[in-house]
């Protein structure tokens, strides 16, 4: 129905026509009268002690394996306020689970520079709770 072909492949935008893009794809030339570029992404995993060794034994996940859960989680921390992190936080949230954000913030000032750390709680998916601890860097 949305009549798109998806390929596959190391890809060289080669110019753009009358007739579209001109993408070489594997060696052959595709023409399209639009373009979308999806790289993916890959998890960030903060300098967290400890953190790495909780992922390798299952405890803690990214957000590949959070959208593998069979089982809505009844709490959730997710690490990370950034696009990922809040569209998991939102997701579970709108699921049932109560959700921790935890991010930081760091914020620069001529007398001093303080990082924050933000906590925020989302309960029945309506009720939010916001914790803050500054700390001095």
Not at 2 to 28: L, M, P, S
């Amino acid at each position: 129905a949305n009549h798109a072909e998806v390929i596959k492949g190391d890809g060289v935008i080669r110019g753009r026509t009358a007739e579209g893009f001109n993408v070489e794809v594997n060696g052959e030339i595709v023409i399209g009268k639009r373009l979308l570029i999806a790289t993916g992404s890959s998890p960030a995993v903060p300098p967290i002690e400890g953190l790495k060794d909780q992922l390798a034994s299952g405890f803690v996940m990214t957000s590949r394996e959070a959208l593998e859960l069979r089982e809505i989680p009844a709490k959730l921390a997710v690490i990370g306020g950034g696009v990922i992190g809040l569209e998991m936080a939102s997701y579970y949230a709108s699921a049932g689970s109560e959700v921790t954000i935890c991010f930081v913030y760091k914020w620069g000032l001529r007398i001093a520079d303080f990082q924050y750390i933000f906590c925020l709680e989302i309960r029945n998916s309506t009720e939010i709770i916001l914790t803050t601890f500054r700390k001095s860097c």
